[in-house]
């Protein structure tokens, strides 16, 4: 069991790296970038080859024709494909570990050299040579064979590849200080040449001298925030000025121009992964990785961005590796080795993949987010940064959370705010699928990178479960231990109030409002209990005679659920009900729950409901209030009103008002002719 330290690094190296055969004298080792798997050739084949990958583990045996320079799976293995020549590529049939026979697949043009070949697709293979690009299709895959479908003539020294992105791009042209990049996209069956573009290479010291070129190993293409992104490293060309990291970003009509600048602000031999969107950038030298988020960049100059790092350098987590042929000791301990981090045999491929061909080892690169948020001390940066990554939320809602109990309020407004954005946000990404409206992504992709990305939403129920009630608890359970105390000295404990979380929630509902979200009546519940049980009522009225809690029937029920502890909650509760114009019936069942028969009566007339209120209610109600001429009033009203609807006073026999007609005839005597009469 390999076992890793317990430095507080941003990286760590997956705990089960894929073991392989290490490079030997006999052994050759490939990475297939398509399928992300190690392969292993040794004696040329004869004596096997291992191929290792996630989920994915296989040998088999091929024919010793001459030293291997490439050797790749076609994407459903069915093909292995094999360069030994400068060139032409073998492709031989596969199926369950056994090779089968194939076809020799030649350079169209016999002067040409082979500088590679990639698999767009499980059966497009395309040749990169020094004259350009040669683009082919199986036709047949019971008897393997492949057509012709299109060819480009450029003059290519080399190129970089993206399976990820699926982007080919070949270096077509170079002067002392620029290089010209073609890319090409591809579908299946289907080939895309976009515009080319050129990338500075000369460092912020000046031109670059003769001996400073950019080189394939220099350049990295990923998916930042959705959008198809070439990472290009500047060297500068004296070692008193610091590397730079151009990105190139790729806009909606498929050219590319560079967007960001990342101030690596240190010199040497890097390397590059993209993981989350988020830009890390390995340093040899200092053995430290820096960690770059695009969105957070601030200084712009001629539309171009600067960013820097989101924190100061860490080094990956200390590993160790439990050796392959290591005897256990009489502890039955593992013996493990430390790994050497950043040694010169490692080599990164995208998106996360470290592979260190000495040791044998491939592993996955993971972000550590919990020790990146112990590390940034502007909250407020962090929370933006947090929010962009996938699975952060637990993490977002406990830096809200550490941020109140510390007491650092002043930026907890603009954290609150960059929540909300991000919620409203997915709220009209809903409402627009629900309309039948494409979510546009912000750029046109073959391969599908240019899908809306999801990064961390908070809704206001988990704000609620995970950090504001929980909060509220522990204030009032607090203040409510230590109540003696205070009653003893007179002093209040620097702790957690609950007056302070009662601020921090009308804060949250202030920013909720701010970009247009209905606040949800659990939070205005939240701070009108906290406020009763500490008998704060004058501050309760001022939020609610200043609307600094919105009107609503929750809300307007839940104050006078409170009205024996509160009185003013009734008054309060009905000015609400009226202001929102929709609460009619619940205006006069308060009204009728407090003996208000009259109110009632005249409030049902004013809104235009006095034909269609319920009779026996308010005949109820005046009756238990025990007041003859408030029962003869109402009792008179309901007859006008059957008198007028129907020509008889008489009540149907659905309305169930035979009790009330039998109180009025007793204490009135019988029911008048009202027909001469208007209601």
Request: aromatic fraction near 8%; charged fraction near 20%; proline fraction near 4%.
């Amino acid at each position: 069991m390999d076992k890793t330290g317990d430095d507080r690094g941003y990286l760590e190296l997956s705990r089960s790296p894929i073991r392989f055969e290490p490079v030997s004298k006999v052994t050759n080792v490939f990475f297939d970038d398509t399928s992300k798997e190690v392969l292993s050739v040794r004696g040329g084949g004869t004596l096997g080859v291992v191929v290792r990958g996630v989920g994915r583990d296989h040998t088999f045996r091929m024919e010793d024709r001459g030293t291997i320079s490439s050797l790749k799976f076609s994407p459903d293995h069915s093909v292995l494909s094999v360069q030994r020549s400068k060139n032409s590529v073998e492709l031989l049939s596969y199926s369950d570990g056994e090779v089968g026979p194939g076809i020799v697949q030649e350079c169209r043009s016999k002067s040409a050299s082979l500088l590679g070949f990639i698999w767009t697709n499980k059966d497009d293979l395309v040749l990169v040579t020094d004259h350009g690009i040669e683009f082919y299709q199986q036709v047949m895959k019971e008897r393997l064979s492949v057509r012709h479908v299109r060819s480009y003539s450029l003059v290519c020294s080399w190129f970089v590849w993206s399976t990820e992105c699926g982007l080919l791009l070949l270096c077509v042209g170079a002067t002392p200080t620029t290089t010209t990049l073609q890319p090409f996209t591809f579908k299946p069956g289907q080939s895309n040449k976009l515009s080319k573009f050129e990338v500075e290479v000369s460092g912020s010291g000046g031109a670059n001298s003769p001996g400073i070129t950019l080189g394939e190993r220099d350049v990295y293409v990923g998916s930042v925030y959705s959008q198809v992104s070439v990472c290009i490293l500047k060297h500068p060309a004296t070692p008193t000025v610091a590397a730079t990291l151009d990105v190139y970003t790729q806009n909606k009509d498929g050219a590319f121009k560079r967007t960001h600048i990342c101030r690596l602000e240190l010199t040497g031999r890097f390397a590059i992964n993209i993981i989350d969107s988020l830009i890390i950038v390995h340093h040899q030298a200092s053995k430290t990785s820096l960690l770059f988020d695009i969105q957070l960049g601030s200084e712009v100059s001629n539309g171009v961005t600067s960013v820097y790092p989101i924190t100061v350098p860490r080094s990956v987590q200390p590993f160790s590796l439990v050796e392959a042929d290591a005897v256990p000791s009489a502890s039955s301990q593992p013996i493990s080795v430390p790994c050497e981090l950043y040694a010169p045999t490692w080599v990164v491929f995208q998106p996360d993949i470290v592979i260190d061909a000495r040791l044998g080892c491939m592993w996955h690169l993971q972000l550590r987010l919990d020790c990146l948020a112990e590390a940034v001390e502007d909250k407020s940066q962090l929370v933006d940064c947090l929010l962009r990554r996938k699975q952060a939320k637990p993490l977002v809602l406990s830096v809200v959370r550490q941020v109140v109990e510390s007491g650092q309020l002043a930026s907890l407004g603009q954290i609150f705010d960059k929540i909300n954005l991000a919620y409203r946000q997915h709220l009209d990404s809903i409402l627009q699928s629900q309309m039948g409206e494409s979510v546009s992504s912000p750029t046109p992709s073959s391969s599908g990178v240019g899908s809306e990305r999801r990064g961390v939403v908070i809704e206001q129920a988990e704000m609620y479960s995970s950090v504001l009630a929980p909060l509220m608890e522990e204030a009032e359970k607090y203040e409510s231990e230590n109540q003696d105390q205070a009653d003893r000295t007179g002093e209040r404990p620097n702790k957690l109030s609950s007056r302070m979380v009662v601020g921090v929630v009308i804060e949250y509902t202030r920013s909720l409002g701010g970009v247009g979200v209905t606040v949800q009546h659990f939070l205005h519940q939240l701070v009108i209990n906290a406020l009763v049980r500490a008998r704060q009522f004058y501050q309760l009225h001022q939020l609610l005679q200043y609307h600094v809690l919105a009107d609503s029937k929750p809300l307007a029920c839940l104050l006078l659920s409170l009205v024996g502890v509160y009185s003013a909650g009734q008054q309060l509760s009905l000015d609400m009900l009226r202001r929102l114009n929709t609460a009619h019936d619940e205006i006069i069942e308060v009204l009728l729950s407090q003996h208000q028969v009259t109110p009632a009566l005249r409030y049902a007339r004013s809104v235009g409901l006095a034909e269609s209120v319920s009779a026996r209610k308010f005949l109820e109600a005046a009756m238990m209030s025990h007041n003859l001429q408030v029962f003869y009033s109402t009792f008179t009203f309901f007859a006008l009103r059957n008198t007028k609807l129907r020509g008889s006073p008489a009540f149907a026999k659905g309305e169930h008002c035979d009790t009330y007609v039998e109180h009025y005839k007793k204490h009135f005597g019988d029911i008048p002719d009202y027909s001469s009469q208007q209601l």
